[in-house]
């Protein structure tokens, strides 16, 4: 159907995605960086948070090798994600993660033990000790589900008229969900306190993005519900974490919700269940090594003066010995008895109930 | 005190839950300046105003996800689902969230929500707003699943659910919504959520049912009198967590029961109750218990709902049948 | 925080919202009309069937009004996208409807009659005898439902490589849905040939637009899935019928789908069983009245010369002689056995529920 | 013949409908390329490409909403929902859609499709890995809902729900995926699916199960033998219709039964059956029917999983309560 000069359409909203990036893939500044960056302590912070991410993921899948723990995500490649995110946040914020935000949920007080008994199979893990984090949501399986869970802590806040905010942890996949699509309907409709961050890490298990979506980005989902977007170079810690500071101030102020997401790639497979030469070309993964965050921003600190390699040695040191800590006591940790089934089931077992425990306390321990 | 229909008697006991608790807040759809599409909320929006009386988008998983991450933050949400056919896409999160979140986190989190949608047929409504899912929430453990059938229960029985620091879903029988008046006090006083309700006694029968077929399990009962049968007739109320103490204490008196209920048959509540009774009282038993329940089948639109429907005829035969036994 | 000279930002995509009208609200054009608009007959049969609507819908409503009819829902002042839409469609295309267009499923083929008795309680009347709709959807009473059915018949369309569209009508209310969202993202990743039309009638019972999203337009829903989008004027057929051209011949030319929302607004209340004096202003309807599609077209086809007042008398005598027939045939309807509950189950009975159909059938004659 | 696993046996079923009917077309997560998350469609993007084998986006609902418009359409849709957590927002469509489409256009359209899931615990999945909800299902008229016990009835009743002209739901129990083998001939047959089957006769007591529970089922009847009890097995195979007759008939022979089922007991399908029992076979029963089954908790991470399932000595606890009854 052509177009006639005096055409009947006319032009009655326009849209842009912006992309954030502070750090090119050797670390050099491109653009000039956020005042977090001069501050030496914090940037020390971030990057020993990184590297904790990396160790702690690799001792995770040592003690899968060897049938010590079940099935569980790595963050390999995208380290910056949990610790720009987490970093920006604070403490009375609520996170609500996905299954591949160890890295944040640690930064802001689980205990990598605490992670490690989750995910050696025992809900106890998600009961951890420091009140920090006693808001935070456990980890989400159900791919998307927390989207919702953090409209709804953020409403709360927002009824509450408190000056803190929810932020959730999504996968690229994650934004094919209905749920999440209704959250971000939602979060604009009322203007909650929310943050969306997406990890498109450029796959969902086997799919990649170009299969999960035809949107060009998905910034734009956010659109659909009328929040502020914006794109970040996931592997700049820099763009994240400035990216973080912006939204999440915004929803402070009454500014509303953001959707920011998070541009990464997945470098090990999808968990410890997978193998991904089944569908993707490793040649393509060791190219993206290169763009790995933990060396880009290695290379910005020694560049600044804010890190060494002595500082290197001791701090692997260090985290080495954290994370013996932390298995042994993960490993040390006594069995849950069975009855720990029914006694959180409601917030007093109903007597309905009570012969069902009691033939499960006997068989337990005969 | 007043007498209130059943859906006064749900809105006496909303504004008093909002009243009494800062952190009661309603969610729905209409609920707001509308009033609900059964004006369950009536007047509740203009006094409460809209921080506590949330009008939401369309969208039913949205209201699911949004309670129990309001719930987790302490609050006390109280959603409406406009009718039980719209429930689906909130089983996800009734499943998968509510109802495991205080046991998934061994006590840390916990959701204190109440889902509030109609139930049953007999009302003339189009497709999909006359159904009857109670067993299918009756089988997710760490929920609890209530419906009341006067306007007395009803308020007891809400004030409880939205007190309750668990998840439950709070069955409203349509068809009785205006349907009967009582004498109902507001005094803030719940009911407990876990106990049938002996409506009448008796000894030569057993009737059980619950929401809006107790109209006619009542009706059968006084028929029976009339001819010189006995029935008690209980109340259910509480479908989950379910009080078989009391079923099971009354068959064992009687010796022969009838279950009724609206939804279909097959894997409905009637066959948890019959399964527990032959577990628990089969040497009381002096026949079979017989389910009178919803055929099979998809529920009917207007023109058929009622053939599908226990209506006292098939509850009465079933009694006769059960009386005549052996 | 504040932006630096060298913004750290680069923009990675644009998007803009085209609104499409091509008659003002006095029947006026304001733009070259489409070519379809010279066809006379065209035009007056399309003309015809949004009268059809109209007087239909009165019918119905005083059917209910008198107690012989269940509750449903009219399209008063909508009566141009029903129309719009049908008329662009070929037979062979498949509309999958909500459940205020009968207007469409009337002109595809479902008499009226049949209509009638699925309102009036009785699924009978999803089962039209013309063969011409026998794909069609039946009404969608769950809101949003249909998108997904929608996207699947598109599917098999496309995996039959069929010149076919699937045609699917919705709410502005319907957008918050997560599944018409999903429907979105998979037309968009799976190229279907699919048209979502949205009626923006300006409320989803009480719920005004404003308070369901925050998003500035509904077509920018479509932007989420990477699929085309477009306004139009609801209310000038059109708008409605050239963006459809336009959309469904993108749809069977392999360009994948199109959302097209068009504005317009709910003249009546909700349906027969709602009272909306209880949440919006009766000023503002009767403003709304000046921008009755009936009265623009009407306007236009005089001034054309394709209709006069003779021709508007014949036609409504015409139509009312017709809608007699439908409301006598409606009237006459034999009742539905019991057993017809039974016997469209499965494609055959399961031997296990013939003696609940026993029963029924018993009690039904007993 | 080849001695196949049950996932292989899944795989041969798969193939075998996509050779035979081109409007067999299967849709899921990670089943294309990938194979699926476990291997159940291996080899058959490869072999019948990306036009019979469609890898999805991650959106449940979407499955089920284009299985149903694709089956309206003619084609015969075979979803895999990774797992049965994950099945929850296919409810909507299940319920509302797939099993009432025929009904709802009194057969003008019909709804061919079938869902594939895994069912059950035992394989130290995380959470929502693990659930057993076939009496949910059960409950919504217009569907079957069919669970194998072992390869060749994996074969053989997954041929038959594709070829079914109605929406089935298919249960895989995971921990049978590959645990045991058996000779499959790949003749295209496909089993009934409104049958139990009887695994192995007896006539002193009968014990019901279905899917992974066999295992233990049929453990308990050999350690029976062994004290000279003679146990008859019964696989229910197909949930919904379910093959009262069979049971009942078996039942009336030994006057007493086990029922044994992972899911949580309360409202769980093992309740229709002791339901249907005690309808039809009362004056046979020698004792209560007895039900073992996973307890009314959240399926409980690996950890403690084993120890809602009913254990082998479990149900031998329950046979010597209802062998020692009265
Ligand atoms: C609702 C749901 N469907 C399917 C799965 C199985 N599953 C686990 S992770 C995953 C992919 C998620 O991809 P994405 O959202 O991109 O996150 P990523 O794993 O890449 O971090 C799938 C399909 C699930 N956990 N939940
Ligand atoms: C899933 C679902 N939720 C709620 C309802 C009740 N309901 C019927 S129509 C309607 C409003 C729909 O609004 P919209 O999509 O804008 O369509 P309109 O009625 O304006 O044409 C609602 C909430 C329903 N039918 N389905
Ligand atoms: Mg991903
Ligand atoms: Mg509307």
Same mark, same amino acid.
Not at chain 1, 69 to 95: C, F, H, K
Not at chain 2, 216 to 243: H, M, N, Q
Not at chain 2, 248 to 257: D, M, Q
């Given at each position: 159907?052509?177009?006639?000069?005096?055409?009947?359409?006319?032009?009655?909203?326009?849209?842009?995605?912006?992309?954030?990036?502070?750090?090119?893939?050797?670390?050099?500044?491109? $653009?000039?960086?956020?005042?977090?960056?001069?501050?030496?302590?914090?940037?020390?912070?971030?990057?020993?948070?990184?590297?904790?991410?990396?160790?702690?993921?690799?001792?995770?899948?040592?003690?899968?090798?060897?049938?010590?723990?079940?099935?569980?995500?790595?963050?390999?490649?995208?380290?910056?994600?949990?610790?720009?995110?987490?970093?920006?946040?604070?403490?009375?914020? +609520?996170?609500?993660?996905?299954?591949?935000?160890?890295?944040?949920?640690?930064?802001?007080? +689980?205990?990598?033990?605490?992670?490690?008994?989750?995910?050696?199979?025992?809900?106890?893990?998600?009961?951890?000790? #420091?009140?920090? +984090?006693?808001?935070?949501?456990?980890?989400?399986?159900?791919?998307?589900?927390? $989207?919702?869970?953090?409209?709804?802590?953020?409403?709360?806040?927002?009824?509450?008229?408190?000056?803190?905010?929810?932020?959730?942890?999504?996968?690229?996949?994650?934004?094919?969900?209905?749920?999440?699509?209704?959250?971000?309907?939602?979060?604009?409709?009322?203007?909650?306190?929310?943050?969306?961050?997406?990890?498109?890490?450029?796959?969902?298990?086997?799919?990649?993005?170009?299969?999960?979506?035809?949107?060009?980005?998905?910034?734009?989902?956010?659109?659909?519900?009328?929040?502020?977007?914006?794109?970040?170079?996931?592997?700049?810690?820099?763009? +994240?974490?400035?990216?973080?500071?912006?939204?999440?101030?915004?929803?402070?102020?009454?500014?509303? $919700?953001?959707?920011?997401?998070?541009?990464?790639?997945?470098?090990?497979?999808?968990?410890?269940?997978?193998?991904?030469?089944?569908?993707?070309?490793?040649?393509?993964?060791?190219?993206?090594?290169?763009?790995?965050?933990?060396?880009?921003?290695?290379?910005?600190?020694?560049?600044?003066?804010?890190?060494?390699?002595? #500082?290197?040695?001791?701090?692997?040191?260090?985290?080495?010995? &954290?994370?013996?800590?932390?298995? &042994?006591?993960?490993?040390?940790?006594?069995?849950?008895?069975?009855?720990?089934?029914? #006694?959180?089931?409601? $917030?007093?077992?109903?007597?309905?109930?009570?012969?069902?425990?009691?033939?499960?306390?006997?068989?337990?321990?005969? | 005190?007043?007498?209130?229909?059943? =859906?006064?008697?749900?809105?006496?006991?909303?504004?008093?839950?909002?009243?009494?608790?800062?952190?009661?807040?309603?969610?729905?759809?209409?609920?707001?300046?509308?009033?609900?599409?059964?004006?369950?909320?009536?007047?509740?929006?203009?006094?409460?105003?809209?921080?506590?009386?949330?009008?939401?988008?369309?969208?039913?998983?949205?209201?699911?996800?949004?309670?129990?991450?309001?719930? %987790?933050?302490?609050?006390?949400?109280?959603?409406? =689902?406009?009718?039980?056919?719209?429930?689906?896409?909130?089983?996800?999160?009734?499943?998968?969230?509510?109802?495991?979140?205080?046991?998934?986190?061994?006590?840390?989190?916990?959701?204190?929500?109440?889902?509030?949608?109609?139930?049953?047929?007999?009302?003339?409504?189009?497709?999909?707003?006359?159904?009857?899912?109670?067993?299918?929430?009756?089988?997710?453990?760490?929920?609890?699943?209530?419906?009341?059938?006067?306007?007395?229960?009803?308020?007891?029985?809400?004030?409880?659910?939205?007190?309750?620091?668990?998840?439950?879903?709070?069955?409203?029988?349509?068809?009785?919504?205006?349907?009967?008046?009582?004498?109902?006090?507001?005094?803030?006083?719940?009911?407990?959520?876990?106990?049938?309700?002996?409506?009448?006694?008796?000894?030569?029968?057993?009737?059980?049912?619950?929401? %809006?077929?107790?109209?006619?399990?009542?009706?059968?009962?006084?028929?029976?009198?009339?001819?010189?049968?006995?029935?008690?007739?209980?109340?259910?109320?509480?479908?989950?967590?379910?009080?078989?103490?009391?079923?099971?204490?009354?068959?064992?008196?009687?010796?022969?029961?009838?279950?009724?209920?609206?939804?279909?048959?097959?894997?409905?509540?009637?066959?948890?109750?019959?399964?527990?009774?032959?577990?628990?009282?089969?040497?009381?038993?002096?026949?079979?218990?017989?389910?009178?329940?919803?055929?099979?089948?998809?529920?009917?639109?207007?023109?058929?709902?009622?053939?599908?429907?226990?209506?006292?005829?098939?509850?009465?035969?079933?009694?006769?049948?059960?009386?005549?036994?052996?």
């Amino acid at each position: 159907m052509a177009q006639t000069a005096d055409s009947p359409d006319t032009i009655v909203a326009t849209f842009e995605i912006r992309r954030r990036r502070f750090l090119d893939e050797n670390g050099v500044a491109i $653009a000039e960086l956020p005042a977090f960056g001069a501050d030496r302590d914090l940037m020390r912070r971030i990057y020993r948070g990184m590297s904790f991410v990396r160790l702690y993921d690799q001792k995770r899948v040592s003690l899968q090798r060897t049938g010590r723990m079940g099935t569980s995500a790595t963050a390999l490649g995208q380290e910056a994600i949990p610790i720009g995110v987490a970093s920006a946040m604070r403490e009375e914020d +609520v996170l609500v993660p996905a299954y591949r935000e160890d890295g944040a949920q640690i930064w802001r007080g +689980v205990r990598p033990e605490e992670m490690l008994i989750y995910w050696g199979g025992d809900e106890r893990g998600q009961h951890p000790a #420091d009140p920090r +984090v006693a808001h935070d949501f456990p980890v989400a399986i159900t791919v998307g589900s927390q $989207a919702l869970h953090a409209a709804g802590v953020a409403n709360a806040m927002r009824l509450r008229r408190q000056q803190r905010v929810a932020v959730t942890m999504l996968g690229d996949g994650a934004t094919s969900k209905g749920d999440v699509y209704e959250a971000i309907n939602v979060a604009g409709a009322w203007k909650l306190p929310l943050v969306f961050v997406i990890s498109n890490n450029g796959f969902a298990i086997s799919t990649p993005i170009e299969r999960q979506t035809a949107a060009e980005t998905l910034a734009q989902k956010g659109l659909a519900g009328g929040i502020a977007v914006l794109q970040a170079d996931g592997n700049d810690v820099f763009a +994240v974490r400035h990216a973080m500071l912006e939204a999440l101030d915004r929803a402070r102020t009454g500014g509303g $919700a953001t959707l920011i997401e998070c541009l990464t790639y997945r470098l090990n497979d999808h968990n410890t269940a997978d193998d991904s030469t089944r569908y993707r070309d490793p040649e393509e993964v060791k190219r993206r090594w290169a763009y790995c965050p933990m060396k880009r921003l290695g290379t910005w600190m020694r560049a600044a003066g804010h890190w060494s390699d002595a #500082d290197e040695e001791a701090m692997k040191a260090e985290i080495a010995a &954290e994370l013996e800590t932390a298995v &042994e006591r993960y490993l040390a940790h006594p069995a849950p008895e069975a009855t720990d089934m029914f #006694d959180h089931l409601y $917030a007093s077992l109903p007597r309905q109930y009570a012969s069902q425990r009691a033939e499960a306390e006997r068989l337990d321990h005969g | 005190m007043a007498e209130l229909t059943l =859906i006064q008697a749900v809105n006496t006991a909303l504004a008093r839950a909002l009243q009494d608790d800062p952190d009661v807040v309603l969610l729905g759809q209409d609920i707001g300046m509308h009033g609900g599409v059964f004006r369950a909320t009536e007047g509740l929006w203009q006094r409460f105003g809209g921080n506590r009386v949330l009008d939401c988008p369309l969208a039913e998983t949205m209201i699911g996800g949004l309670a129990v991450g309001m719930a %987790a933050e302490g609050m006390k949400p109280v959603a409406e =689902i406009q009718f039980l056919g719209f429930l689906y896409p909130v089983l996800d999160n009734l499943a998968n969230h509510a109802s495991r979140l205080r046991n998934r986190t061994r006590g840390r989190l916990s959701c204190p929500l109440t889902i509030r949608v109609t139930h049953g047929a007999g009302v003339n409504a189009p497709e999909h707003h006359s159904e009857a899912i109670e067993s299918m929430l009756a089988h997710m453990p760490g929920l609890r699943v209530v419906i009341p059938s006067s306007p007395s229960r009803a308020y007891g029985l809400l004030l409880a659910a939205i007190r309750d620091p668990d998840p439950v879903v709070f069955l409203e029988p349509t068809r009785l919504y205006r349907g009967l008046r009582e004498e109902v006090l507001d005094d803030g006083r719940a009911l407990p959520l876990d106990t049938c309700f002996v409506l009448r006694e008796g000894s030569d029968i057993t009737l059980v049912a619950w929401g %809006a077929m107790m109209k006619e399990t009542l009706e059968v009962a006084e028929t029976l009198a009339g001819r010189g049968i006995s029935a008690e007739v209980i109340d259910v109320a509480t479908i989950k967590p379910f009080d078989a103490d009391t079923v099971v204490a009354s068959v064992e008196r009687t010796g022969r029961c009838v279950i009724v209920h609206e939804a279909a048959r097959t894997a409905g509540f009637g066959a948890e109750i019959a399964a527990c009774l032959q577990e628990r009282a089969i040497t009381a038993l002096l026949s079979p218990i017989e389910r009178v329940t919803g055929y099979d089948v998809v529920t009917p639109m207007p023109k058929l709902e009622r053939r599908t429907m226990p209506s006292p005829t098939r509850i009465l035969e079933a009694c006769d049948r059960v009386l005549a036994w052996g």
